[in-house]
């Protein structure tokens, strides 16, 4: 077990492109990572590489985030090598269309299962840690501006999202004072060109700012989250004002 006194994460969904960005700067803001991975070893192992340049300690294990006992058994793992969980971030998540009249119950189940049933059972025990520290900790979940929008092929997806908005606002005001819990919308990052929904220039034209996300908009908002100490239950849009159309 490690007794360095460094903070530590936990983290799902890092070792995804834009999660893999995450999670090298939370490390370069001094926490040890400990991140999960389920369908690439290949792709988790050179994240964890990356990692390791910054934060030598930092480990991965596989889980699956649909099976309730895969993420118990990650937290076990964890707990067993690290005394303190400072930081939780919560984003893996499942993405494809599924037009309305087709939706299947795998399609449903997968997107669902992915993105809010995992989200609550990796929050549920990151608090049951947290709520046993005398320090303040924190919970970022990943959601998506289509919980406030109408995307007509996205409907599980979407329901997806709202609901882990809402699952910010009840942990947050469960955990107070003691664990701070808040979101991240994002709107369209350009991490993901072959998954747009939309052609560019008319997403483009949709934007205020007009520009597509850079996963650097995201680390400053999660930063900013970690240096601030009188924020909890709040969904950070960042979207360059695409929810103002």
Same mark, same amino acid.
């Given at each position: 077990?490690?007794?360095?006194?460094?903070?530590?994460?936990?983290?799902?969904?890092?070792?995804?492109?834009?999660?893999?960005?995450?999670?090298?700067?939370?490390?370069?803001?001094?926490?040890?990572?400990?991140?999960?991975?389920?369908?690439?070893?290949?792709?988790?192992?050179?994240?964890?590489?990356?990692?390791?340049?910054?934060?030598?300690?930092?480990?991965?294990?596989?889980?699956?985030?649909?099976?309730?006992?895969?993420?118990?058994?990650?937290?076990?793992?964890?707990?067993?090598?690290?005394?303190?969980?400072?930081?939780?971030?919560?984003?893996?998540?499942?993405?494809?269309?599924?037009?309305?009249?087709?939706?299947?119950?795998?399609?449903?189940?997968?997107?669902?299962?992915?993105?809010?049933?995992? $989200?609550?059972?990796?929050?549920? @025990?990151?608090?049951? %840690?947290?709520? /046993?520290?005398?320090? &303040?900790?924190?919970?970022?979940?990943?959601?998506?501006?289509?919980?406030?929008?109408?995307?007509?092929?996205?409907?599980?997806?979407?329901?997806?999202?709202?609901?882990?908005?809402?699952?910010?606002?009840?942990?947050?005001?469960?955990?107070?004072?003691?664990?701070?819990?808040?979101?991240?919308?994002?709107?369209?990052?350009?991490?993901?060109?072959?998954?747009?929904?939309?052609?560019?220039?008319?997403?483009?034209?949709?934007?205020?700012?007009?520009?597509?996300?850079?996963?650097?908009?995201?680390?400053? $908002?999660?930063?900013?989250?970690? @240096?601030?100490?009188? %924020?909890?239950? /709040?969904?950070?849009? &960042?979207?360059?004002?695409?929810?103002?159309?």
């Amino acid at each position: 077990m490690s007794h360095s006194g460094k903070k530590v994460c936990f983290m799902t969904g890092a070792s995804g492109l834009l999660g893999g960005e995450i999670a090298l700067s939370v490390a370069g803001q001094g926490y040890t990572i400990f991140f999960t991975w389920n369908s690439s070893e290949e792709k988790a192992a050179q994240t964890l590489e990356k990692i390791r340049w910054i934060s030598p300690e930092s480990q991965m294990i596989r889980c699956d985030v649909t099976k309730p006992a895969d993420i118990s058994n990650a937290f076990a793992a964890f707990r067993e090598q690290f005394e303190r969980l400072d930081l939780l971030i919560a984003s893996a998540s499942n993405f494809f269309s599924t037009p309305l009249p087709d939706v299947t119950e795998q399609e449903w189940d997968s997107l669902i299962d992915t993105n809010l049933k995992g $989200t609550f059972f990796t929050m549920q @025990e990151a608090v049951r %840690i947290m709520q /046993q520290q005398s320090f &303040v900790s924190r919970i970022i979940s990943m959601t998506d501006i289509s919980a406030d929008l109408v995307w007509r092929n996205f409907a599980p997806y979407t329901v997806s999202k709202a609901g882990i908005q809402h699952l910010t606002r009840v942990f947050a005001k469960t955990c107070a004072p003691h664990i701070l819990v808040n979101s991240i919308a994002p709107g369209t990052i350009t991490i993901h060109p072959d998954k747009e929904i939309e052609p560019l220039e008319e997403m483009i034209n949709k934007i205020p700012l007009k520009r597509l996300g850079d996963p650097l908009d995201i680390i400053r $908002t999660i930063i900013f989250l970690l @240096e601030s100490d009188y %924020i909890t239950g /709040q969904v950070i849009t &960042v979207d360059g004002g695409r929810l103002l159309q």
